[in-house]
C-alpha cells in the first residue's frame, strides 16, 4: 500500500508569493523573510530560496506541522481607565496603534 502525499498545503516560493498577496511585492519581501526566520511565518529555507506554506486560498498554513508555527494570537489588555478622559483617549490611541484588542 502506498500512500499518497497530499495536495495541500503546498510550498510557494517566497517571491511569487508575495507577487500573489501585495501590490508592491518587492517593498514586502524583506519583512516577508524576517517573519519566516523569526517562524512568525510558516515556511522554510532550502538552499538559498525561501518557501512558505500556503493553503488552497493562497493563504499561510498556520500550524501545518510540528515544525510549522501557529497562527499568532492577538494581544489583549484591559482598558485603562485614568478618569481623565484625554489621558485614556492618549491612552486608547496607543493601544489601537500597537494593534492590540480590548477587553
Known amino acids: 500500500m502506498s500512500l499518497i502525499k497530499p ?4 510550498k510557494q516560493r517566497l517571491a511569487e508569493f508575495a507577487k500573489n498577496n501585495f501590490t508592491d ?3 514586502e519581501l524583506p519583512r516577508l523573510r524576517r517573519q519566516l526566520k ?14 512558505v506554506w500556503i493553503l ?7 500550524g501545518y506541522s ?8 492577538s494581544k489583549c489588555i484591559d482598558q485603562l481607565k485614568t478618569g481623565n478622559p484625554i489621558a485614556d483617549a492618549v491612552l486608547l490611541k496607543y ?9
Open 38 to 51: 523569526k517562524g512568525e511565518l510558516p515556511g522554510e529555507l532550502e538552499g538559498k530560496l525561501w518557501f
Open 66 to 73: 510540528e515544525s510549522t508555527p501557529e497562527k499568532p494570537k
Open 95 to 103: 493601544e489601537l496603534k500597537q494593534g492590540t484588542e480590548l477587553r
Open 56 to 62: 488552497p486560498d493562497g493563504q499561510p498554513a498556520y
Open 7 to 10: 495536495k495541500w498545503p503546498r
Open 25 to 27: 511585492p518587492e517593498r
